[in-house]
């Protein structure tokens, strides 16, 4: 599975952005999927994935300003990033998990889109 991810790009802050990540390859067995960000000198977190069916999490501070959605095919997701803030400057990675009767057996990382806000 290749995780293709686009969308970032610099943006003032109160503006908006959407990220898209395709996935391609094996599909069938893919069922989570989401963002994770990483800002210079901070761990990589967890920004909001959605599940095969459409249930979606979000981390508290993206919470009422992103939205993240799938496709009805289920390999293409969104995020839709608006009224964003300089804190929200961070390089932007596609993850999917792979499972197999319940288990997770493997996760993809696509590579990672630069989104920066300026105050």
């Known amino acids: 599975v290749q995780l293709q991810a686009s969308g970032g790009g610099l943006v003032q802050a109160g503006g908006s952005l959407r990220l898209s990540c395709t996935a391609a390859?094996?599909?069938?067995?893919?069922?989570?999927m989401g963002w994770y960000r990483q800002a210079p000198g901070k761990e990589r977190e967890l920004v909001a994935d959605i599940s095969i069916r459409g249930r979606a999490n979000y981390e508290d501070s993206v919470k009422g300003r992103f939205t993240i959605s799938r496709d009805s095919a289920g390999n293409t997701i969104y995020l839709q990033m608006n009224r964003l803030k300089p804190e929200d400057t961070a390089v932007y990675f596609c993850?999917?998990?792979?499972?197999?009767?319940?288990?997770?057996?493997?996760?993809?990382w696509g590579q990672g889109t630069q989104v920066t806000v300026s105050s």
């Open positions: 993850h999917a998990d792979e499972e197999l009767g319940g288990i997770r057996i493997n996760e993809y």
């Open positions: 390859g094996s599909m069938f067995s893919i069922t989570d």
